[in-house]
């Protein structure tokens, strides 16, 4: 079916503070687009100033997180022929913001927690000398978790902080990906897992993956990430063969 | 947090602004979980009998109740007069009841159907979890831990559902083989996949190293890398494991019963 010349009914969050609510919009669609082509047709044609936040339209950046008929997604990664597809007919198409973060105006949220959470992160720690080598194996492993855009759509799906709002326990998947990919780095000699388990709360993370089902990226957030680090938590605290083995084999590590 | 006003959440079971049919899975997979409780304490407690029969000297005994480690030699358990409920299923379910109970996969399962956390994405949670204050796998959930060692009891019971497979191509008249064969080897397959592709053995297998490089590291890596593959689709291993446990019992309970027949395919 053509979207060229459809008239489709947009809800979309505007304003700020406690006068944000739901504004009806309506505009032509063309063939072709995404849910951000036709933000900004509306920005450009009735709106100017709506804020949204978007840059590389290629869905590399990770600028343009926002919940799409209640489903979190890149704007501009999203299809409008699906989400017509999805929307029952002569209902509007509602766009908001994320919700997990605190609110900005219209569709801009504030995600600068897990930047400010991202430093508390020690970073690689190798050999001085920067001739690294690994084989391709190990490369692979970690390789996955650097295809993150920061879109915190992941974040802003995990029902701790969402619902619980444990920003302050829990590190939240982004951060927790961040750190698979240090503490899973061939060359890196830093231990992070008694952090993993105490400041950055892993066992609050019950696994229900929904942030691998959001990740635009495709990073199997729960099974590669999570879970691996959730493993090395047990290996270090919850493994009673594994302690005595330690013990004999005098292996000092931190808890 | 950053500056800015936190945006008003929907709070209350249920409550979300997705469209979408979000229910029928979690409501699917909970009556699933259910049935798959009813039926096994059915069989434990009040109806077990008829666990197994004979095909021509051949043994087909029904994966629920295998192994009868009440036949066995072992610690006298076959002289043992043990009180009326206790039969082979009482005393071995427990290790497949923990391992499924404490995996990656079951677990995202049973907090979805059982505790709404969440039931499913972007879908609000009932008050209670909040009042309560969660905690995660902590508190009671923390047992989750023992995972792997629920899966090295597990690897011994894998071994004897292979060779309960063996035991069904014993003829009187030579080797064969009958429908039950092939009932028991695909549920013995099926298990195999399920305990394989688990997260606990990947982890144990070569996740647990960072370097895969020289000698057995690099064997474990490889092995890391084959147990990813399968690990993939560990939800899939689990529910049709899971499915033909029961249909083997239900096999084994009808021919036993004598509703259906078992033919043996070829006696050589």
Redesign the interface.
Known sequence: MSLKGKKQDFTILRG???E?SLEAFSIELDEGMVVLDCVHRIQHEQQPDLAVRWNCKAGKCGSCSA?I????RLMCMTRMSDVVA???AG?PI?I??M?A????KDLV?????NY?MAQKIKPINGPDEMNWE??Q??ADRVQQFRECIECFLCVN?C??L???A??DEFAGPRNLVRLAQY????M?TEDRVPEIKKEF?I????????CT??CPAGI?IT??AI??LK??V??R???PLQRIWRTLTRQKVRY | ???????P?LNGLGR?????NWLSKPIAMGLGLIAAMLYTAWRLFLFPESISYELEGSKVMSPIFSPNVLEWDLFGLNEWEHPSWVNAAVLVLWIPFGFRGTC?YM??VY??TFFA??VA??V??PEI??KLG?????RL??FN????YFLYAAMIILVIKWWDVTHTLHFNDGWGMSLGTLVMAVEAFLLTMYVTSC??LR?LAG??L????TGIS?MR??LF?SI?IL??SHGFWFWTSLTFVFFGDLWVLAVSKGYLSDVALFVI
Not at chain 1, 109 to 113: A, C, F, K, M, P
């Open positions: 700020e503070g406690d944000a919940e008929n209640g489903r979190p999805e929307t029952p209902k509602e908001r913001p919700k973060f605190p609110h900005v949220t504030d995600v600068s927690w400010e690994f084989n194996m190990e799906t029902h701790v969402r619902d619980h444990l920003f503490e899973m780095h061939p890196d709360g066992e609050y993370c019950n696994i229900t993956r929904c089902e959001v199997q099974d590669d879970i691996q493993e090395r047990v290996d605290y919850y493994d | 947090m950053g500056e800015g006003i936190k945006l959440v979300t602004n997705r469209i979408d990656y677990r995202r907090y979805r956390s969440p994405c972007w609000d949670e979890n909040k969660y905690k995660g796998e902590k959930f923390i831990n023992l995972h792997r997260h606990a982890h996740g647990a960072d370097r895969w490089t690099r890596g490889k890398g990813s690990n993939r």
